[in-house]
C-alpha cells in the first residue's frame, strides 16, 4: 500500500504556513477571547496541516477523508476570520491576507 510523505505536500506546507501565520495574528486579539473565539481559530488553523499529516499514513481512501476535513476546517477558519474582521480584531488587510 502506496503512503504520502506528508512533508514532501505542498498543501500541508501551505497549511504549516496558515497556521503559523494565524497564530502570530492571533497574539493581538484581546484577552478575553482568550478561550473562544482565538481558540477555535487556533484549533481549526492547526487542524488542517494536522489532518493532511494523519491521513498521509492511511490508505487512499482514508486519505480523501482526511484531506476533506482539512478542507472543512480551511472554510470554518475563513468563516471565524470574517466574525473577528466585524468585531475589529482584525483589519481588512490582515483578513485579505489570510483568506485568498
Request: hydrophobic residues 35%.
Amino acid at each position: 500500500m502506496k503512503r504520502h510523505n506528508y512533508k514532501n505536500l505542498k498543501i500541508w506546507s501551505l497549511g504549516l504556513e496558515i497556521a503559523n501565520d494565524i497564530s502570530d495574528l492571533l497574539l493581538n486579539f484581546p484577552i478575553h477571547e482568550r478561550y473562544d473565539l482565538s481558540s477555535q481559530i487556533s484549533r481549526c488553523s492547526v487542524s488542517m496541516p494536522s489532518n493532511i499529516a494523519e491521513g498521509s499514513s492511511r490508505t487512499d481512501k482514508s486519505f480523501k477523508y482526511f484531506i476533506n476535513v482539512a478542507l472543512s476546517a480551511s472554510f470554518e477558519l475563513g468563516t471565524q476570520l470574517l466574525l473577528a474582521k466585524h468585531r475589529n480584531y482584525i483589519n481588512s488587510e490582515n483578513l485579505n491576507l489570510k483568506i485568498k
